[in-house]
């Protein structure tokens, strides 16, 4: 099992950037793909962007087309941390963001392709 604790949420004006950070302990966190989903209130749990795991090849990353330009997501093997950077928030991004770890390589994007979550982070963009 992975525990994941997300950071990094917070209240920014729309235009702002944010950046979350997901520490993770427990299972290999190398050999985890990855995944951030956020969930606004009376909506579903939706994708965000993952990234897959490093290997001789190097790693691939996928995002929501609703972020893709805006956002980067990155892991740092080292420190068992994956991050999401988010700039040019929209109000419309105003979610709690999850973090996810994949007892697989690859990356995914549906929610029940993950195995571990954590707490969520709340993130608001005033317009």
């Known amino acids: 099992q992975v525990q994941l604790v997300e950071s990094g949420g917070g209240l920014v004006q729309a235009g702002g950037s944010l950046r979350l950070s997901c520490a993770a302990s427990?299972?290999?966190?190398?050999?985890?793909?990855m995944g951030w989903f956020r969930q606004a209130p009376g909506k579903e749990r939706e994708f965000v962007a993952a990234?897959?795991?490093?290997?001789?090849?190097?790693?691939?990353?996928n995002y929501a087309d609703s972020v893709k330009g805006r956002s980067t997501i990155s892991r740092d093997n080292a420190k068992n941390t994956v991050y999401l950077q988010m700039n040019s928030l929209k109000p419309e991004d105003t979610a709690v963001y999850y973090c996810?770890?994949?007892?697989?390589?690859?990356?995914?994007?549906?929610?029940?392709?993950?195995?571990?979550w954590g707490q969520g982070t709340q993130v608001t963009v005033s317009s």
């Open positions: 996810a770890a994949r007892y697989l390589s690859g990356s995914a994007s549906r929610p029940d392709q993950y195995d571990d």
């Open positions: 427990g299972r290999t966190f190398s050999r985890n793909a």
């Open positions: 990234i897959s795991v490093i290997n001789w090849s190097g790693g691939s990353t």
